[in-house]
């Protein structure tokens, strides 16, 4: 590769280029399929002329021996992985294939064959687990491959002491041959055919795996629930979500908080909001645990704002509260017709917080408002009379009668004056 480096850094710009293009083809599928380094690669029927490891494209086990290091649950068989989602209380399998791909006829030998694995020990969401082989004969002297494991949550992979193995058809056949913890450092552990004495001969039939197995070691989980329900005023309850009550009743609220979790949970507090409607009944909150089965008496500070501390609670332990509220009058409810109280509870633990609501349905009669009577009013004296095309049409009518009786009244007049000569 520093040859192909060289050659770029030097040579003519138009050549430069191609022989740029010509280093991506080859680089890209290394950093692609996490392998390396870029080798000559070989097929089981053109086998290498050389020792040389996981070289070869079409092996029958494993497909591209380049990808030689694989992960798989323990309970699975013969599937793979380059990449793992972890669960917790799991135990995986990491896997190396040895094979010097040197042909068989060739009798050639690779010499102090060597196995390395790196496990880091951080804590993380992906671990990645490198493996290296080795041998001073072979060219390349050394090739590597990794697989990665992954999870939503930090982890890190505790080994499983006695569970590396060398396994293959000689010194490994009943079960695998185990192998030093030494595999996990810079020395690494020596491999072999019929004994581990770093000799493996070429071909198939010499190669082998080698194996452990690790667990992933998640955080403890803090978790926790709560749930708020609602019953009618009693010593016998009938705990719901929701609840149709009347004007002035009294209902119980009860406020329920579990550990879900892993951890401890230290000084657990419990509030409670009550919506417009409803009035907290004085000194009527109660809360028990395993320690106070039947409850005991709380401060009114659950309904305040403040909340109520319920103490220390264990994986899987619980404490609940119980206390009661008054639903206002009818005139008094927030509006005519159906009202919708919701009530809330909330519960804090290490910082978090969950709520949880329930509902009371009241109904809140109302009496219809009269109309107001209308009184009809006389126009005053100072009103002034309204005219308009009728009334001037009225007085033109007015006018011409005046008139014709004047006429009349003088025609009249003149037949007597006449009479009378």
Not at 19 to 24: D, E, G, K, R
Not at 45 to 58: K, L, M, Q
Not at 68 to 81: D, K
Request: net charge neutral; aromatic share 8%.
């Amino acid at each position: 590769m520093s040859k192909l480096i060289s050659m770029i850094r030097y040579a003519p710009k138009r050549t430069s280029a191609i022989l740029a293009i010509l280093a991506a083809a080859i680089i890209v599928p290394a950093t692609l399929f996490a392998w390396g380094p870029i080798r000559p690669t070989y097929t089981m029927a053109n086998p290498a002329d050389h020792v040389t490891f996981n070289s070869i494209t079409d092996n029958p086990n494993i497909g591209d021996e380049r990808n030689f290091v694989g992960i798989r649950e323990s309970s699975a068989q013969n599937l793979w992985y380059d990449n793992m989602t972890v669960q917790s209380g799991r135990t995986y399998i990491v896997r190396m294939y040895v094979h010097n791909n040197a042909a068989e006829n060739l009798n050639l030998v690779a010499h102090d064959v060597t196995a390395k694995f790196n496990l880091p020990t951080t804590t993380s969401t992906s671990i990645q687990v490198n493996g290296f082989l080795s041998s001073s004969n072979a060219s390349p002297t050394e090739v590597y491959d990794h697989a990665i494991f992954s999870s939503s949550e930090n982890f890190n992979l505790s080994y499983v002491p006695g569970s590396l193995l060398f396994e293959n058809n000689s010194v490994g056949a009943n079960g695998g041959v185990p192998l030093s913890e030494s595999i996990f450092t810079s020395t690494g552990v020596r491999l072999g055919y019929s004994s581990l004495n770093g000799d493996i001969p070429g071909c198939i039939q010499y190669a082998g795996y080698v194996s452990f197995r690790v667990r992933p070691q998640f955080a403890p989980r803090s978790a926790f629930t709560v749930s708020k329900k609602v019953s009618k005023h009693g010593t016998t309850h009938n705990w719901v979500k929701s609840y149709t009550a009347q004007p002035d009743e009294t209902v119980d609220y009860l406020i329920e908080y579990v550990n879900t979790g892993a951890v401890r949970h230290d000084n657990v507090t419990i509030r409670d909001t009550l919506p417009v409607g409803q009035s907290y009944v004085t000194s009527s909150t109660r809360y028990g645990n395993s320690q106070h089965p039947n409850g005991v008496p709380a401060s009114d500070n659950i309904a305040n704002g403040t909340g109520i501390n319920v103490g220390s609670y264990s994986p899987g332990a619980n404490a609940w509260a119980v206390f009661s509220a008054k639903i206002a009058s009818n005139d008094n409810l927030p509006s005519c017709g159906a009202n919708r109280l919701v009530n809330s509870a909330r519960a804090t633990v290490n910082g978090g917080a969950i709520s949880d609501t329930a509902v009371v349905d009241v109904t809140r009669v109302c009496q219809p408002t009269p109309p107001t009577p209308v009184t009809p009013t006389s126009p005053t004296a100072s009103e002034l009379p309204t005219t308009g095309a009728g009334d001037d049409i009225g007085a033109l009518l007015g006018l011409g009668s005046l008139t014709t009786g004047a006429g009349y009244y003088q025609a009249s007049r003149r037949r007597k004056l006449l009479n009378k000569k």
